[in-house]
């Protein structure tokens, strides 16, 4: 259907200028006391997510799980944990979102189910089950050892021996989480057959979990010996995984997972896959699926996490952002990402006033921007003594600093209420001490608030063309500070992003192009400048500003064709 994919690939759809909010939802709202947050919990909170000024909202997985590694070892991929709530209490928060303008993205994870999915309890029965080769059975290796040197994500070999069978199931995360074979067709159907029982029920798209891995060699030859691998780093590192990411056949699926959101996008309103994919920027673009013709038959958004491993420096950041500029395919729609539930919050990593000008960062650049919950509120990690760790991967591999818990802590909604109004029970993990301080009531009442800058930058991204569909020109860096102008002509912005520690004066003429008009403050981190910009600005430590011509009316006017 030629129409469809021209509608489908528009430039006006919403994922290219809308802006998605990651929410974890164990963590944000408890709505019954149990103290896990659960889908009705996130549907009280809709309002503050619509009022943040967010377009879609990503939800982390909510099916029925063991929760071996919570929720992303799913036991039934059509139907709601009732830990978070029921079919009901979903189809109502679709609703709701509906209603406030929001769209919906849910986390599909087709890597590997759960150990107890009925797929795997039947593959496992026997060596004969006609689901056995749904997932990855192989004999004992010539010692009766693992069939191979493959490691698991998690720590270990990603081998299991099944003693009922005598062989080893291959899970490259948690041995509760088998890998499927997605080289068989009954697989793929089943997964797509998940996805249509979704998209039915009017979600606007899936977050692809680990998409990268689908795919393993079929000769299932040992993975070489990383020579850069430094001891005591994440030890899964030790290999390089040639033989168990990104292998050929692996685009072909996600085409087949975009052509099923095909099926129900229209022109007005097409249906988003995003995927999840931990890779070099070079191999990252192959997953936009650009074929002989020049169609995009990918994923419309192969999520770039390019910033989180970044070095915080000027320069490293310039050069990322022209390097990934310039690899994208022509008619790709660029996306960043700052955090999300498996990294060190930004906060964290480049302390508090750093994450101001992470996020203005970030809603700055060209492209569809990613925030993980609770960065809007300067959220940081919140360390966790050993008796409270839940993450899997943080008990299997202790103190090495790779646990998740940390950037998973319940967002703080009330500053005078017990738990910060997350839940009346016992929070399922610790809250920070600093919670009642970071509460979303207390920064709604501060007009310099982390979260007011938030909210500021995404109504000024919201109503710019410049900022959500205009071109990104790099205009160098000066010292510690990265230069962008965004848009042309009299709706040019500039961005001006002081990374030192020192207070910075940047001359402003040169960055005028042919304005004639003078520059005037749009916006500081700060969130204390206004009026027009002399001959220079001098931007003070870890500032950033946003630079534009004569405030009032340019806005007025520029918002005329704003996106909704
Ligand atoms: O993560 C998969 C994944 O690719 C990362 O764990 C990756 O290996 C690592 O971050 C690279 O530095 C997804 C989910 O986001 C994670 O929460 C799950 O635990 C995992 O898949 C298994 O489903
Ligand atoms: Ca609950």
Redesign the pocket.
Known sequence: MPGLNRGVQSPDAWWRKGVIYQIYPRSFQDSNGDGIGDLNGIRQRLSYVAALGVDAIWI?PFFPSPMA??G??VADYCDVDPCFGTLADFDALMAEAKALGLRVVL?L?P??TSDRHPWFLQSRSSRNDLKRDWYLWRDPAPDDGPPNNWLS??GGPAWTLDPLTGQYYAH???KE?PDLNWRHPEVRRAMFDAMRFWLRRGVDGFRV??I??LIKDEYFRDNPLDPAFVPGA?P?HRLLPRYTVDLPGVQAIVSEMRRVLDEFGSPESSRLLIA???LPLHQLMNYYGLDAAGVLRGAQLPFN?HLIGATWQAQVVDQLVREYEAELPPGASPNWVLG????SRIASRVGVRGARLAAMLLLTLRGTPTLYYGDELGMADVPMQTNEVQDP?EKREPGRGLG?DPERTPMPWQGDEANAGFTTGRPWLRLSRDCATLAVDRQLADARSMLQLYRRLLALRRQSRSLHEGAWTPLGVSGNVLMYARGEGSHRLVVLLNFGAESAAVAVQPLRDSLASPLHFWLSTRQDREGAVADSVVLRPEEGVILGVAAGDVMVADTASATT
Do not use: C, T
């Not at 999300?340 to 990294?343: G, I, L, M």
């Open positions: 982390s590694d919570f992303y070892d986390d994870v890597n590997h994500n998690f490259m995360f948690l989480q979990d680990a990268y891995h994440d899964a999840e994919v931990y996490f999300n539930h498996d990294k991967f998740r």
